[in-house]
């Protein structure tokens, strides 16, 4: 403690090199660090400073002394007048401080502040709660139906195993259910099955003679409710084929519509007022409507007097659907099959269910090569897609929606207009369908099509398609020629590859999964051979003769037991494409298109930035001879690309599962094709 002018300062306290001193009443001690007079008095008029090697600080000559304890100090300790500092900073007293609280002036400039505070807080918070009103959702996707994150396996059921205990080389339910463990392999969720109704025993598969029954060659009701628990306990779904156009003769319906019965005359599209007659007595169709298999699309009938309308078989009659007792009957229907445990409903040649009332002539357009008897001179615009057939298909599907919760489906195969399913004028408020199979894109395609070829159907497809109407994929269906006969086996695994991941869902018709070609020898409908089980005979479809379906050309070597031993094969590639969907980017991304290499290499990436998943890269050349090609076409793929899946066919060196490949330098073996995936560049 340090001693000034003879005396101790007892309030003095050190802290390293600052002192904070307490100067007692009356004590004034000078220092020469502050400033004073030319004769040397204290300037008291004069500001106090504080002088340091870099400058001098002015403070109040009333303040806090800061002051050097010594001039000859070498290490600045100063002292700092606390008393002072006190008298310097010291508030107004409780005399004055009410003298503010109740002056008007202050009262008021209060409850203007604290009524501006809660009028600001209110406007911050509406403005913060508009903000995330308006603000763009950025919340996940809703979550997809089953039948839109799956591929539907379409099987084709006589022809797909026959099962039975007394073989009668006829696929039955039976035998479908002996193989659901390979569909379930496969990694689909749903199986289409082709209708199992009842039907004449002497007429075709198409005239049904009860909708509530199962036809004795598949089977009994008792052993399709089974096939149905299977089918659940193995996470699988059913949707059911049947066709509402048309029944059979022999159905009670026709049967009493013939006789005229008062409620069921009108179930059937008859002819009215009384027929002309021609030279020879004989009773003339009332128009020139066509059958799609050929002739008139009228039959006389002797018991009614009157002709009834089959715009197929004649032992087929079209039921009238501008009878609204015809739509309640089919409610019925489908709410009997759905009562068994069907998952959906797939109903085949909707476009036939209404005629123009008028019953006017159809107008010719005469192709070349027809004649006027034939189906095709004609351009059916009084027979086919009809107004009125969208609203039956809503009526349906509200059926089916509300029965199920909306679990179910409704799928729709044949050449239904896409343009129908929007109708500005109509008051439906439901999509009339889950699935619309249409417009067999891919049978378009002709042997040696190139990328440019390929990009246009899709693109055509996918531009005419109605917003939120789901696209489908499919290769073949059991009325056209499969893959590996109509094109080459070469295209099988790429065009599998482009149906799987593109947005939509794909419908596999069975045995495309393995590569069957059509049946041997010269058949109607040539896609509907045998399942291809096995080199077996009768492909290990059946272990007696077939009467009906004949074995794949190829399934000696192209059958389900050889492609399970081998890697890298159709098969293979298939389970792997399936699981592949499986992604966020496939489920939700966004598409992006490329046709490269002077027309040969068909390109497409998949991405859904929000996931942060990976993005995918289907890459298919067309052509018949090995390209390099790159990929920087496509905006969003990176320098680095990892091969996911490759065609069975792929052959280029050094590229296989795993490998990385640089974008600007892929090779592409001769009709190969492959999937890579990559981090997607954000721009």
Known sequence: MEMKGGKENPKEFTDGNIH??????????????????ENGEPDDGADEKLVTGDGVVKTSKDASEVKFISIDSQNGDAKIDIENMKIAFAGMGKEELMKFAHDPFWVRLRWFLFIFFWLLWAAMLAGAIAIIVMAPKCAAPAP?????????????????????????????????????????????????????????????DEAVEDFQDVDPRYGTVAEFKALITSLKSKGLHMVLSLVPNHSSKKHPWFVKSERNDSQYKDYYVWSSGPPKYDSEGKPEPPNNWKSVVGGSAWEWSDMRKAFYLHQFSVDEPDLNFTNSFVIEEFKEIFKFWMDLGVSGLQLEKVEYLLEDSSRQDEVPRAPPGTTHDEYDFYNHARTVNQPGILGILAEWKEVIQNYTDGTRMLSVVGNLLVDSLVDQNSNISIAPVDLLHADREFSQLRNSFNASDLNKIIQKYLDKLPNDTRPTWELSTSLSSRVASRLSSDYVDALNMIAMLLPGTPITLYGEEIGMEDAS???????????????????????????????????????????????????????????????PSIMYGTREFAVIGNDTVFSFTR?????????????????????????????HVPEELNVLIKSSNFNSTGIKAKSKLNRDSVCLSARGALVATFVPKVE
Not at 166 to 190: A, E, M, P, R
Request: with cysteine; charged share 20%.
């Open 20 to 37: 904070l001193t307490q100067k007692e009443s009356g004590d004034h001690l000078p220092d020469k660090s502050r400033g004073s007079k």
């Open 144 to 204: 997809l139906k089953w039948w839109e994150q799956s591929p539907l396996y379409q099987v084709f059921l006589p022809a797909f195993k026959d099962g039975g205990e007394i073989l009668g080389g006829t696929g039955d339910l039976k035998g479908f259910q002996s193989k659901l463990d390979y569909i379930k392999n496969l990694g689909v969720k749903g199986v289409a099955l082709s209708s199992v109704l009842k039907v004449s025993a002497d007429g075709s």
């Open 521 to 583: 020898g010269s058949v109607k409908h040539p896609a509907r051979c045998v399942m291809s089980w096995s080199n077996a005979t009768n492909a290990g479809f059946s272990e007696v003769p077939v009467p009906v379906y004949h074995t794949s050309k190829n399934y000696e070597t192209v059958n389900v037991e050889a492609e399970t031993a081998a890697a890298g094969s159709s098969l293979s590639v298939y389970r792997e494409l399936v699981e592949a969907r499986n992604t």
């Open 607 to 635: 991405i859904w930035i929000k996931s942060g998943n990976p993005g995918y890269l289907v890459a298919f050349n067309t052509a018949d001879k090995e390209v390099t090609v790159s990929f920087n076409k496509l905006k």
